[in-house]
C-alpha cells in the first residue's frame, strides 16, 4: 500500500454519478415482490429465523468428537467438520484454538448476528450456534463443498458450462438480496469461490459473513480499518482507502464471474491478478479467449458475452462506473445486450486509466502463500456519512 494518490479519493465521490437505475437502495418494502428467481424477498427478509442453540455434546456426538475424519474445510480462524445429527449433515465451523485474538472472536459473532437475519435460496442458512466450550456456528452442510474446490481441486472433475452459469447467476441473486433486499444493507466483504458453497443440485450459496458489514440506508459507505479481504478480489477504492459499500462486492462478484469463465485463480503463480489478465482481452472484446480450455470449445455464446460483459462492467476501477447488482442481474439475464448504454465518455475513461494505473502492481507487492487473505490499515481514512 504505498501509492496513494491524492487526487483519486476526491475522484472517486466527485465524477457525477453515472446512474441507471439511481443506485438508490431499495428498501425492503419496495423491493420487487417477485425477486429475479420467483422468489419473495419480502416474505424472506421478514421470515423469522428459526436457529437454535446447539449444546456442546449435541455437536460433539455430530462430528464423532471433532473427528480429523470430519473435517472439511480450514478457513482463515476456523476449522469446519461434518456431522450428522437427527438424520440430518450439518456442518460446524469452529473457532480455532489458536484464535484467541479479539477481532477473530468479533467476526464469528458479526457472522452468527448476520446469518441469522438472512433467509435466501443463494445465501447459506444458519441451523445454530453453541457457546460452551469455545465458539461453534452450525450450518446445513453443502455436499459439492466449495466452488474454489470444484474450480482448482486437483481430483476434481471439469465442471461444465450450464453448471458454472447457474452457479454465476445464482451468486448474483444471493448478492443482489444481501444488498437490497435485506431490512439492512449486507455488505459481505469476501465474496470468492471459497466463500461460494454448493447443493447436491449445484445451487450456490454465499457463506462466511465474517467480515460482513451492515450499511444504514442513509450512508452512501463507510470507511474500515484495518482493511481485511482477499487479494486479487480487492477494489480499488477499498485497498487503497478502505472504502466499503456495495461496488465492494461488485468488484470481487465481477472477479468471481472470470474465474468461474476461465477456471483460472484470482492470482497465479506468478501474482498476476486474473481481472489485469482479463482486461486487455475483455476491451478487444474477445470474450472466447477468457473461456476455460478444459471446456473443448463446449460453451453457450450468448451466455458467455453476457457473464463477461457483467464481469467487465464490475472490474472497473472507478467505484461510480460500476454497476449496481440489479443492474448486474439485468445485464446477466437480459436476453438483448445493449453494451452502448454502457459506454463511458472518453475524459473519464482517461481519467480511470491515470487515477488508476498502479492499482494492478500494487496488489502483486504482498508476499502470499496459498491464502490470500490479509489485513492492513490504510494510509488515509474518510469519515462515513
Ligand atoms: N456448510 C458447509 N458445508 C460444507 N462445507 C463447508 C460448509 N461451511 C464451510 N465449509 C468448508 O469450509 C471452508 C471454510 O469455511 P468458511 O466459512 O469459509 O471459513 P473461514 O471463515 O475460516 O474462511 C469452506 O471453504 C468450505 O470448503
Ligand atoms: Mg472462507
Not at 445429527?85 to 479479539?102: F, M, P
Not at 498476476?272 to 478487444?284: D, G, N, T, V, Y
Request: aromatic residues 10%; proline residues 5%; charged residues 30%.
Amino acid at each position: 500500500m504505498r501509492y496513494i494518490r491524492t487526487n483519486s479519493l476526491k475522484r472517486l465521490f466527485s465524477i457525477k454519478r453515472r446512474s441507471f437505475d439511481g443506485d438508490t437502495p431499495i428498501p425492503p418494502e419496495a423491493y420487487n415482490t417477485k425477486g429475479f428467481d420467483g422468489s419473495d424477498p419480502v416474505a424472506a427478509s421478514l421470515h423469522r429465523p428459526s436457529w437454535r442453540c446447539y449444546s456442546f455434546e449435541e455437536i460433539l456426538e455430530a462430528t464423532g468428537g471433532f473427528s480429523s475424519d470430519n473435517l472439511v474445510g480450514k478457513g482463515g480462524y476456523a476449522e469446519v467438520y461434518r456431522g450428522r445429527l437427527g438424520g440430518e449433515e450439518i456442518a460446524v465451523k469452529r473457532l480455532s484454538k489458536a484464535s484467541t485474538d479479539e477481532r477473530k472472536v468479533k467476526e464469528f459473532l458479526t457472522e452468527i448476528g448476520t446469518i441469522g437475519h438472512v433467509h435466501h435460496p443463494n445465501v447459506l442458512s444458519l441451523l445454530g450456534c453453541c457457546i460452551d466450550n469455545g465458539l461453534y456456528i452450525i450450518f446445513r452442510f453443502s455436499s459439492r463443498g466449495s466452488l474454489a474446490s470444484l474450480l482448482h481441486g486437483e481430483d476434481s472433475p471439469t465442471i461444465d458450462w450450464k453448471t458454472r452459469h447457474k452457479v454465476a447467476v445464482g451468486t448474483a441473486r444471493g448478492l443482489h438480496y444481501l444488498h437490497k433486499g435485506c431490512q439492512r444493507r449486507i455488505i459481505h466483504r469476501d465474496i470468492k469461490s471459497s466463500n461460494i458453497l454448493l447443493t447436491s443440485d449445484f445451487d450456490p450459496l454465499i457463506s462466511d459473513f465474517g467480515l460482513a458489514k451492515w450499511l444504514p440506508w442513509q450512508w452512501s459507505h463507510h470507511s474500515i480499518a484495518p482493511i481485511e479481504g482477499t487479494f486479487g478480489h480487492l477494489a480499488p477504492e477499498y485497498f487503497m482507502h478502505g472504502i466499503v459499500d456495495e461496488k465492494t462486492d461488485v468488484f470481487a462478484l465481477g472477479v468471481l464471474l472470470l474465474e468461474i469463465i476461465s477456471g483460472k485463480k484470482p492470482v497465479d503463480g506468478s501474482h498476476q491478478s486474473l481481472h489485469a489478465w482479463a482486461k486487455p482481452i475483455l476491451s478487444k472484446g474477445e470474450m472466447e479467449k477468457l473461456v476455460d480450455p478444459r471446456l473443448g470449445g463446449d460453451y453457450d455464446m450468448g451466455q458467455l458475452r453476457r457473464l463477461a460483459f457483467a464481469a467487465s462492467l464490475c472490474i472497473r476501477p472507478s467505484s461510480t462506473w460500476r454497476p449496481s447488482m440489479s443492474e448486474v442481474l439485468e445485464v446477466m439475464e437480459t436476453e438483448k445486450l445493449e453494451e452502448g448504454r454502457w459506454d463511458m465518455p472518453k475524459e473519464e475513461k482517461e481519467v480511470e486509466e491515470e487515477e488508476f494505473w498502479g492499482f494492478e502492481e500494487l496488489e502483486c507487492d504482498y508476499d502470499d502463500d496459498d491464502d490470500t487473505s490479509f489485513s492492513a490499515s490504510p494510509m488515509d481514512s474518510i469519515s462515513t456519512g
